[in-house]
């Protein structure tokens, strides 16, 4: 199943869901399936729950409970689903997702693209001259506190993250950091990865 698949069939079913509701339950059981490490464990699974997630209204929980224990456990649906990406840094991606609007404005007024480079004009992509892109959210992090750094985000469609509402003040001091002190330029894809 993809994950928009599960998001569009599951976000309005919200209750147990037990082995008599035969269909949802069997494509409940192929998402654990396609996790190696529950593989060897379906069948002891004996009901699954959904639930909204109580931080993000819309966000999905998926729980279930086993043979071998009469506690619900919240597992990991999009770990099951195609097209699932594990965000293996959520506070970067979170970074990046919100200067995004600061890229899409900035190629709008590029004319006549190429890459700065080789002067090519084929698959170009934006690149942070000095400082780079992570060199820049190890800066802005220097100059926060700890505690303010955010731990959870929202999911985005295909995986990445963003910040939640209540880690507002958190996003609109990076983007205004971010602002002040990227540039960008034109690399070809081929360049872009050499350099990196
Ligand atoms: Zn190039």
Known sequence: ??????RDKFSTIVR???????ELFDQLLAVMNAQVQ??????????FRIRRSKLNKIAIVLQLKRLTSSKWLTVS????????RPCTYPLQSAFRQAIYYQIKNWKRQAAKPKCQYCSSREQLQVDHVQPSFSELTKQFLSSVTKAEIPLVFNYQKFGGRSFRRNNRQFRIQ????????STFQWLCKPCNQKKH
């Open 38 to 47: 529950w593989k060897t464990q379906v069948n002891n699974i004996t009901a």
């Open 77 to 84: 649906w999009r770990a099951g689903c195609l097209g699932y």
């Open 16 to 22: 147990v869901i037990r082995p008599v509701d035969t």
């Open 1 to 6: 199943m993809l994950l928009q698949e599960f």
């Open 174 to 181: 990076w983007c205004k950091y971010h602002k002040t002190n």
